[in-house]
């Protein structure tokens, strides 16, 4: 069992920055890839961020691209989102989550992640 809980989430003005933080439980942390997702109401969830179990590898969804950085932290089991350049279109709960399988890269898909966290709030204000 993992358990994955996010923080950092909050109110901020457009152009402004947040860093968000992915606390896992369990000794699997370190060899598992890590993705960050999105969703905002009325709208489906989406790919954000995602990063290998070494942190050499990442991969962002285009939107957010050159804006936020994806990064971890396996002596804390802890994934980072560096959000910059915010912009209300960012408004969303942001999920993290654990994909298990040992070693595997950074995905986009969300059905190769096992386990999720419960969301952080991102409002960005015009």
């Known amino acids: 069992q993992v358990q994955l809980v996010e923080s950092g989430g909050g109110l901020v003005q457009a152009g402004g920055s947040l860093r968000l933080s992915c606390t896992a439980s369990?000794?699997?942390?370190?060899?598992?890839?890590m993705g960050w997702f999105r969703q905002s109401p009325g709208k489906e969830r989406t790919f954000v961020a995602a990063?290998?179990?070494?942190?050499?590898?990442?991969y962002y969804a285009g939107s957010v691209k050159g804006r936020f950085t994806i990064s971890r932290d396996n002596a804390k089991n802890t994934v980072y989102l560096q959000m910059g350049s915010l912009n209300p279109d960012d408004t969303a709960v942001y999920y993290c989550?654990?994909?298990?399988?040992?070693?595997?890269?950074?995905?986009?898909?969300?059905?190769?992640?096992?386990?999720w966290g419960q969301g952080t709030q991102v409002t960005v204000s015009s």
């Open positions: 989550a654990a994909d298990l399988a040992l070693y595997s890269g950074p995905s986009a898909d969300m059905g190769v992640y096992d386990y």
């Open positions: 369990g000794r699997t942390f370190a060899s598992a890839a």
């Open positions: 990063i290998n179990w070494s942190g050499e590898n990442t």
